[in-house]
Structure formats: structure tokens, C-alpha cells
């Protein structure tokens, strides 16, 4: 054993120099993408009077306290924001899955006439940048007196034409006799969606609603423009309002404090579905 | 040029179970003579690849030592052993063309070695028509079939003109036409270019058909060496004689008393050995019908393929997975009372196995 | 046995076609009318002329001229360096067995991040304050060179700290893409090549390259077209006021046109998203023609 042991080592320790040198360049890179993190959390356990007492930061902090985060819920309304986000993130996440599962199966099962000239269509649409036709948007949402609402902040963002194809073609993977087979027991279309498409690619499905949760939380262009009423404010714009103007803009901790709290959960999201959100940001998802 | 296998064992621990050493290649011990075509044969996971890799030095093995010729190459990495590969499913570099693939080794070439580009061009050009696909040098491996794909890869392999040629499984993602006419063209290859070649395959009769020698493996362990006819006529052991001929052969249980082997109640030949339980194997081709024949079946029924007429029946004695099959000639009379059908015995076609190691007696 | 023609269909397809033909069929036309009215009045909606006048206005405003470099700039360092650094990346991590899904894992962390808050720390690391120096300009310190304001300070230290932070958001993607297309690269092509004596290089440039190049080639098209578009992450190490910070790019332009103090002409920032879409297309365009000749497609 041990001199097997002894020997698969030698064979691999061939290249010693090569593999402390890939080593290095990686745990080098996993440094720096994990140094913001692990400062931003140093930094929030750090007293106010203590951070602007170190010229030179220190690495660790031996005396931690939860007042930053404390302030960062008294002092400015960061449970707003939350509480906001989440409504929004759920709301337009669950909208556009009716709509998009809807639409994937009317292009995947029903056939109609213009299907394919729609479908087209829809595709091309896929190439068009949002900034674009974000302006109009905004436009239309300003003269709808929709400025400083849930509606306005949700309705642009429910439809995604990447993810009806994505669901579209997943949709098509299933077999023809299966919904022939539920034709003759005499099951409605709806029925058929529901009780068999549904289950069937609900992998799929997780996949498309992680991505579109991630991008939700993250969204900052189109909520900047479209509220300026801190009640409607998502954490991104939390964020940049704090920086600007909260606490009193050199109260670095409780920012930092601010900033955990709404890194978390989508932190939490990616530990639990690592797998799932790489498969499916690999199978076409760039940052939204 | 010759192979020395000593003692060679490649063992390594189980990427399943961590605390689990699998033995790939047990104490190998053979040589093959200079300018042969050796079949290496077993089922699938048996190590017959792994051998291959031993020998070409993609693998590096846990004891023993490899000579080509009088040179030991153990600790030789696979660049300088001068050894030409063909892989399972080609490898062929999908994005060169045809020429550019047959150019790839020689292009490797440094220093003194290096090779002027016509002489480069002559070589593949050479290499090409031995395998005759000269006409397709520019094309992309894409645009070739199955078997013109196999042929690129052999004169890949054969360009730098290597002591030994190595090929993996080259038969088995072609198809059955096609398997045919490879093979012949592997065999032809072989005897114009006189490099020893071996090749991995799980088909017995693949390897049977084309090679000079046959070595057939089994979890490790080489079970018999020898020309395919003679492994064939005289197994060592009872997977040998298992594992060649199709249809297969039938095996029973039986023992020997007095010197004579019995299955059942049925003497069906004589033996010098001692008293013993045995296994006795008879290839389907072995069965004479005759009604005061020795041995006995329950007759089944009577299945006509093509030029082979052959006899189903059944035994309580029989061990096989199938029922026994015979191989009989059309115009055997077969004799059938009330459902029992007696046979004669080839002895050469008989082959008894000692019930405890499974070894011929 | 099944309805050929079921109008059915259009209704599961309303609520999609509703919502896309408002929110995208309509905007895309309407941005075009937009650029071309000149002098719209955003309260009274109401506008004096037809032509140019907008495009010829926001090419004299030195904001979008500074837009615009800033933008070439930030496009031209981190597409080609992000791309090259996540190749490396891939490679090592494609080298190795052993903490292989952990380093994955690890690298793959901040797609899923807040580019904002993030940013935000990453201001704090390379900012100078009354406290303290910040610890970027502390270690540049240690090794004697002498601090300076990444945030506030010279030009080309804010652009630094711009691509530093691009190409640590973007480096995500492109090493998920790149380790997956390595990773299915069959390890024969390897064998048979080292069996014929090939050099690491050469492995690398004969048949690595090829044979990723289709993946490669997506990154650098979307590379480029991400780029363009950037925004969020400047915003989140320079605020909201790029202008005043020298450091806007043109999509900022854009939406400073629409909202915010400066905000307020939609005619302007169509303008300006037209002239960016046709940026994008024209590199996409040429992208495309140069890749016909060096990607292999299998």
C-alpha cells in the first residue's frame, strides 16, 4: 500500500515545480476574489472608534461588537430596502415564470399559425440591449404615474426571451407520446402543463428561477431610475444612497455592516445551489 | 522489434474506495517476437488497456520492467520509445486536415532529428498510400467515414516509422462490414511494414481471425499465450476455453471415477487423472449424434442458421447460462427417442477441468 | 389526432406578447423616433423639429467625448487582459485533481455578489482618507512606492482601479466557460500527442487553443459587448456623479441624460444608446469576420 502510495506520488511529484507554481497562481486568485469579503465582514465587527484609530488596519479584530450592524438597521431604513428587495425579487421572479412557462409550451407543444414568424421574432429580440430600450421605458412608466411603485419597478422586468428558449427547448426534450398518450386519456393542455412538463424539466425550471433571483437582488440601473422615494429603494440602491449620505459618510463599519447584510443571502443562495447556478449560468446566462 | 514484459504489475489504488488497491496488471511475464501481430484479449476491465499503456509509458508501472529489444524502456517517457498509437476512437486533431494530422508527429521533431519540409511531405504522402488515403489529404477528419478516419490514425501512428505500433480496440466503433475489411487491412499493413503491432480487443474473433499470436487476460492475471488455433484447441483453463469460440463452448459438471470421466450417468471418455469432481467443456462442433452414443440430451429442438444447423437440447448437468447448442452437419442422421438424443464425443473437442483451479487435467 | 391549428396557442402566448411588445417592440421604435426630434420638451412632451441635431450634440458634449474614451479604454485593457488571466486560470485549475470543485466554487463567488456593494469595499481598500491611507496605497507603501488616491486622485489611477475591479467581477464567467470547454477536451488528443513527442507549447497552441476556440470566442464577443455597457461597477467605486469624477462611460451618459441632475432629455440619450448600439454592432461585426478565419467549429 504504502509503496503504491509512494509511487503514484512519484509519478505525479514529475512535475513538482509545475504543480507548486499552479498551486500558487490559484490560491493567489482565490485571495484576492475572497479578500473583499473576508474585509467587508473584519470591518463590520470593528468599533467606529477603532477603525478610525488604526493607520495601519489590522488583519483580525480581538474585540467584536454588533453595533455597526445595529446602526446599520436603526440609522438608515436598510430593513426597507430589504423588505423591498424581497418583494420585488419575488414578485417579478414569479410573474415572469407564469409567463415564460406559459409562452415555452405554447412554442414547444401547441401549434398554431404565425408560431414560427413569432418565435423568430422573439429570437431576434434576444439581441437588443436593454439600454436601448430602457429609455422608452422610462418614459412610458413616468407617464403612466408609475414612478415610486412596486408596478413600475416590476412590470418591465417580467418577461425574458432567453428564458422561454431556454425552457422551450427543454420543453421539446420530452417526448412526443407522452402528450399524445395524455391527449387520448383526454387531458387537457393545461393539464398536461402542469401535471407532466412541470414536473419533468423542473430542474430546468430551479435553474431559471435561481438566475433570475440573482439578477433581481442585483438590479440597479433600472430601480435607480425609476424611484427617488426611499421607501421604494431596493438594496442596490440602499447601498449607494448609504454611501453617499448615511451615516454620516465616514462611518466606514456600519457600511460595511450595511453591505454583509445584503450580500448574505444571495451568498447563502450560491453555497446551497453552487451546482446548479454554475450549470446554468454555463448553459447561456451572462450577467444580467 | 521484440517485447520483454518482467514481472510487470501496474496497481493503484481505487478511486472508489481509497483503502483499496486494484491490481490492473498482475506479474506479467511474456515476449513478443520481433514482426509479430499479437491479439490481447479479455473482457472489458480485465487490463488489457492498462498493459497498453504500460507498454507505450502513458502509465508507469508499479513493478517490473519493459524491454523492446535489448533496451530497457521502463523509465523512458513515451516520447522516446519510439512507439506509434492508435486510439480507440482515433484522437484524430478535428481541426487539421488529413495531411496536417499526419504531419504532427513529424513536425515534433527537434534538433538533428529535424526534417526538411519536403522530406516531411514525402514521409505522410508514403505513410498515406499505405493505408490508401492518399487522395484525401485535405480534408478534415469530419468529412471521412468511420473507416477512412481509423486509416488516418494508423498512418499517423506509422509515420515516424515506430519499432512498435499499439492499437486500442481499433475495431469496435466501426461497423460490421466495414469491421471485416479493416481488419484485412490491418493484417496487410502489418505484414508490408513487418513493425510488431499489438492490439487490444474484447472480440475473440477479431482476435482470433488476424493475429499471429493471442494472449488472453483475465482480472489481471495472463491466463495463455499461443497462436490463436492452438489457445483455441487447448485451453489452459476453463475462461480460455469460455472466453473463445462462439457459439460457446457447453460446460457440465462431472467427476472422475476410475478413470473415466463421467457427466451424470454417462462415461463419456477416458483419463489418467485421479478421482476428482471436474468441469467438463465440449465445443459445440465436438458432438457426434449417434444413437448408441455415450452421452445423453433432452432434445429441445433443431435451429437452422445459414450454412450452420444446430441442435438445442438440455442436461441437468449442463452449467452454461444458455442451453447446450451442437453444431451438427445437415446430413447427420439425428436420432430422437422420446425426447433423448445420444452423442458421440470428439475426444480433441472434449476438454475436462479440474473442478477446485478451474485448469485443464 | 391533435388540433393542427390551435388558436389556443395565442393565448398562452398573450401575457409574453403583451409585455414584450410594450416593453421591448415598442421602445426599440420609439428610441429611434426619439434621437431624431429635436428640442423634446419631456413635461409638455412636445417637440420643435426632425433631424440630427441630437447626434450632432451629444458628439460636441465633451461628457460623452470623455464617455466614450473612458469606455475604449476600460474595453480595450480588461477584455484581452480578463480573457488572458481567466485562460491561465482555467489551465491551472483544469491541471489539477485535488480541490479542483473548491477552487471552482471559490472563483465563482463574485458573479453572484452585489456589484454595488462590493464596490463598495473594493473604494474602501484603494481609498485615501484623513484615518488612513487605505491599504492598497499601505502595501504599495511597503514596497516604496508612494501612495496615491485610487478614488479621487490622477486619472489613470481611478482607470486602474476600474479594470482591477472589472476584470475581478467579469473573471467569473470567463473561467466557468473556459474550465468547462477545456474540461471537454478528450484527454486522447493529449495522449496521442505525447506519444509523438509534443512539446507543452505546442500541445497548447495545436490543440488546446483549436479546440476551445469556439468558447473563447464567445467570451471575447460577449467580452466586448459587456464592456461597452459599463455602469453599475463604476458607480459603485465613484458614485453617482461620474461626470464631476471624469469617469463616465457612455451608458452612464445615457442614463445621466434621462434622470438626475443632469436628466431630462430622452432625445439626448437615445441618441447616445443608438451610437453605442452601433459601437457594439460594428466590433461584434468585425469580431464575426475575424473568427471565420481562426475558429474551429466542430
Redesign the interface.
Known amino acids: 500500500m504504502d509503496k503504491i502510495k509512494e509511487l503514484e506520488r512519484k509519478s505525479r511529484a514529475r512535475n513538482t515545480a509545475w504543480t507548486v507554481a499552479v498551486f500558487a497562481l490559484l490560491v493567489l486568485w482565490a485571495v484576492i476574489v475572497l479578500f473583499p469579503f473576508y474585509w467587508m465582514l473584519l470591518t463590520s465587527v470593528k468599533s467606529y472608534a477603532s477603525y478610525n484609530a488604526e493607520y495601519v488596519p489590522k488583519f483580525f479584530t480581538l474585540s467584536p461588537t454588533i453595533e455597526n450592524y445595529v446602526q446599520a438597521f436603526t440609522a438608515v431604513p436598510l430593513a426597507k430596502y430589504f423588505v423591498n428587495t424581497i418583494i420585488f425579487t419575488v414578485v417579478t421572479t414569479g410573474l415572469m415564470l407564469i409567463i415564460v412557462v406559459l409562452s415555452a409550451f405554447a412554442f414547444s407543444r401547441l401549434e398554431f399559425k404565425g408560431k414560427n414568424l413569432v418565435f423568430t421574432l422573439f429570437l431576434s429580440l434576444m439581441m437588443i440591449p436593454n439600454e436601448l430600450v430602457i429609455i422608452t421605458n422610462f418614459v412610458t412608466i413616468t407617464n403612466a404615474g408609475l414612478r415610486n411603485s412596486f408596478a413600475g419597478l416590476i412590470l418591465p422586468s417580467v418577461t425574458s426571451v432567453f428564458y422561454i428558449y431556454l425552457l422551450k427547448e427543454n420543453f421539446e426534450q420530452i417526448p412526443d407520446e407522452l402528450y399524445k398518450a395524455a391527449k387520448v386519456d383526454g387531458t387537457s393542455d393545461f393539464k398536461y402543463l402542469w401535471k407532466v412538463m412541470i414536473p419533468i424539466c423542473r430542474p430546468t425550471i430551479v435553474t431559471v428561477v435561481i438566475l433570475k433571483v440573482i439578477e433581481c437582488w442585483n438590479s440597479y440601473v433600472w430601480p435607480r431610475l425609476i424611484t427617488d422615494d426611499e421607501n421604494y429603494f431596493l438594496v442596490s440602491n440602499g447601498i449607494q444612497t448609504i454611501r453617499e449620505s448615511g451615516f454620516g459618510r465616514e462611518n466606514i463599519p456600519a457600511m460595511m455592516a450595511a453591505v454583509v447584510v445584503i450580500s448574505v443571502p444571495l451568498i447563502i443562495l450560491f453555497l446551497v445551489f453552487h451546482k446548479k447556478i454554475m450549470e446554468g449560468v454555463s448553459r447561456g446566462g451572462t450577467k444580467g | 522489434m521484440k517485447i520483454v514484459l518482467e514481472h510487470l504489475t501496474k496497481q493503484f489504488i481505487s478511486r472508489h474506495n481509497s483503502s483499496e488497491i486494484v491490481t490492473a496488471v498482475n506479474d506479467f511475464n511474456f515476449e513478443i517476437p520481433d514482426g509479430k501481430l499479437v491479439g490481447l484479449l479479455g473482457p472489458s476491465g480485465c487490463g488489457k488497456s492498462t498493459t497498453l499503456n504500460l507498454i507505450c509509458g502513458l502509465e508507469v508501472p508499479t513493478q517490473g520492467k519493459i524491454y523492446f529489444g535489448e533496451l530497457d524502456v521502463t523509465d523512458l517517457p513515451p516520447e522516446n520509445r519510439g512507439v506509434g498509437m492508435v486510439f480507440q476512437n482515433y484522437a484524430l486533431y478535428p481541426h487539421l486536415t488529413v495531411r496536417q494530422n499526419i504531419l504532427f508527429p513529424l513536425e515534433n521533431l527537434k534538433g538533428e532529428q529535424k526534417l526538411s519540409k519536403e522530406v516531411m511531405n514525402e514521409k505522410a504522402l508514403e505513410a498515406a498510400r499505405l493505408v490508401q488515403i492518399d487522395t484525401l489529404m485535405e480534408r478534415k477528419p469530419s468529412e471521412l467515414s468511420g473507416g477512412q478516419q481509423q486509416r488516418v490514425a494508423i498512418a499517423r501512428a506509422l509515420v515516424k516509422t515506430p519499432g512498435v505500433l499499439l492499437l486500442d480496440e481499433p475495431l469496435s466503433n466501426l461497423d460490421a462490414r466495414l469491421r471485416l475489411q479493416t481488419r484485412e487491412q490491418i493484417r496487410r499493413i502489418q505484414k508490408e511494414t513487418g513493425i510488431t503491432t499489438i492490439f487490444v480487443t474484447h472480440d475473440q474473433e477479431e482476435a482470433m481471425s488476424i493475429s499471429d499470436l493471442i494472449i488472453v487476460m483475465k482480472e489481471g492475471m495472463m491466463q495463455q499465450m499461443g497462436k490463436p488455433q492452438e489457445v483455441y484447441n487447448h485451453p489452459a483453463n476453463l475462461f480460455v476455453a469460455k472466453f473463445l469460440g462462439t457459439p460457446a463452448i457447453n460446460v457440465f459438471e462431472g467427476k472422475i471415477l476410475n478413470h473415466k470421466a463421467y457427466i451424470g450417468e454417462d462415461a463419456i471418455m477416458e483419463s489418467d487423472a485421479e478421482d476428482q469432481d471436474i468441469y467438463v467443456g465440449i465445443r459445440p462442433e465436438g458432438f457426434i449424434p449417434d444413437k448408441k452414443g455415450e452421452f445423453s440430451c433432452h432434445f429441445d429442438r433443431i435451429e437452422t442458421t445459414g450454412r450452420d444447423t444446430s441442435i438445442v437440447c438440455h442436461n441437468d448437468r449442463c452449467i452454461s447460462d444458455t442451453d447446450i447448442r451442437v453444431i451438427v452437419d445437415s446430413d447427420d442422421e439425428l436420432n430422437n427417442e422420446n425426447g433423448i438424443i445420444r452423442f458421440n464425443l470428439k475426444p480433441n473437442k472434449t476438454h475436462l477441468f479440474s473442478r477446485k483451479d478451474e485448469t485443464v487435467i | 389526432?391533435?388540433?393542427?391549428?390551435?388558436?389556443?396557442?395565442?393565448l398562452?402566448?398573450l401575457?409574453?406578447?403583451l409585455?414584450?411588445t410594450?416593453?421591448?417592440?415598442?421602445?426599440?421604435i420609439?428610441?429611434f423616433v426619439?434621437s431624431f426630434e429635436e428640442g423634446y420638451n419631456?413635461a409638455s412632451?412636445t417637440y420643435t423639429g426632425v433631424g440630427l441635431y441630437n447626434y450632432s450634440y451629444i458628439l460636441h458634449d465633451p461628457y460623452f467625448l470623455q464617455a466614450i474614451r473612458n469606455t475604449f479604454i476600460l474595453v480595450i485593457i480588461t477584455v484581452p487582459l480578463s480573457t488572458g488571466i481567466a485562460l491561465?486560470?482555467s489551465l491551472?485549475?483544469n491541471?489539477?485533481k485535488k480541490?479542483k470543485d473548491l477552487?471552482?466554487?471559490?472563483?465563482?463567488?463574485?458573479?453572484?455578489?452585489?456589484?454595488?456593494?462590493?464596490g463598495?469595499?473594493?473604494?474602501?481598500?484603494f481609498k485615501k482618507?484623513a484615518?488612513?491611507?487605505g491599504?492598497i496605497n499601505?502595501l504599495l507603501n511597503s514596497v516604496g512606492i508612494s501612495s496615491v488616491d485610487f478614488i479621487e486622485g490622477p486619472y489613470w489611477a481611478k482607470m486602474f482601479v476600474l479594470c482591477f475591479y472589472t476584470v475581478?467581477?467579469?473573471l467569473p464567467?470567463k473561467i466557468?466557460?473556459l474550465t468547462?470547454a477545456l474540461a471537454s477536451v478528450?484527454k486522447?488528443?493529449y495522449?496521442?500527442?505525447?506519444?509523438?513527442?509534443?512539446?507543452r507549447l505546442?500541445m497548447f497552441t495545436?490543440?488546446t487553443l483549436?479546440?476551445i476556440?469556439p468558447s473563447l470566442f464567445y467570451l471575447i464577443i460577449?467580452g466586448f459587448?459587456?464592456a461597452f455597457?459599463a455602469?453599475?461597477d463604476v458607480?459603485?467605486l465613484f458614485?453617482?456623479d461620474l461626470n464631476a469624477a471624469g469617469m463616465n462611460t457612455i451608458?452612464g451618459y445615457?442614463?445621466d441624460m434621462?434622470?438626475g441632475n443632469s436628466g431630462g432629455y430622452?432625445s439626448f440619450?437615445?441618441a447616445a444608446?443608438?451610437v453605442?448600439?452601433a459601437i457594439?454592432l460594428t466590433i461584434t461585426v468585425i469580431n464575426l469576420l475575424v473568427s471565420r478565419k481562426n475558429v474551429?467549429y466542430?
Open positions: 389526432m391533435y388540433n393542427r391549428n390551435n388558436p389556443k396557442g395565442w398562452y402566448l401575457p409574453a406578447l409585455f414584450i410594450v416593453f421591448m417592440v415598442y421602445p426599440l420609439d428610441v426619439y419631456f412632451q491561465l486560470i491551472a485549475l491541471s489539477i480541490l477552487f471552482q466554487t471559490v472563483f465563482f463567488l463574485p458573479y453572484v455578489t452585489n456589484t454595488l456593494a462590493v463598495l469595499v473594493f473604494m474602501i481598500l482618507t484615518y488612513t491611507e491599504l499601505l475581478w467581477v467579469v464567467f466557468l466557460i468547462s478528450n486522447d488528443y495522449n496521442v500527442a505525447r506519444i509523438d513527442g509534443t512539446s505546442r495545436r490543440i483549436p479546440m476556440s460577449t459587448i459587456g455597457k455602469y453599475s458607480v459603485a458614485g453617482t451608458v445615457v442614463y434621462l434622470y430622452p440619450a437615445s444608446a443608438l453605442l448600439f457594439v474551429h466542430q
